[in-house]
């Protein structure tokens, strides 16, 4: 059954802004680490953001600054996504997985369970 439901995803122009939610069954939400992952055409897919559940948070260098994670409750969390270029155009997926996060490291891609179905961005 589906556990990451995706939505936000859409178009902007250089410079906007979008805001992506992922909603998340309940007993994943208060015990698993959550993050953000990206996938540009032709380009391996790119940890943006990782938050743990005693709320560190680790950036990508590519978006610090201008993207921030949220949980908003309600089973959900978010990123919002600021001061947007073409490059960060692409599918981006929420995850989720059992992971004690470093800080300063976003985990690789393998390491999250979960997946939701990813949702496509186009910056232009």
């Known amino acids: 059954h589906v556990q990451l439901v995706e939505s936000g995803g859409g178009s902007a122009q250089a410079g906007g802004s979008l805001r992506l939610s992922c909603k998340i069954d309940?007993?994943?939400?208060?015990?698993?680490?959550i993050g953000w992952f990206r996938q540009a055409p032709g380009k391996e897919r790119e940890g943006l953001v990782a938050?743990?559940?005693?709320?560190?948070t680790n950036y990508a260098d590519s978006v610090k600054g201008r993207f921030t994670i949220s949980r908003d409750g309600g089973k959900t969390f978010a990123l919002q996504m600021n001061d947007l270029k073409p490059e960060d155009s692409g599918v981006y997926y929420c995850?989720?997985?059992?992971?004690?996060?470093?800080?300063?490291?976003?985990?690789?891609?393998?390491?999250?369970?979960?997946w939701g179905q990813g949702t496509q961005v186009t910056v232009s």
């Open positions: 995850v989720a997985g059992l992971i004690d996060l470093l800080r300063g490291v976003i985990p690789r891609a393998a390491a999250f369970n979960y």
């Open positions: 309940g007993h994943l939400y208060y015990s698993h680490s």
């Open positions: 938050m743990g559940t005693d709320g560190i």
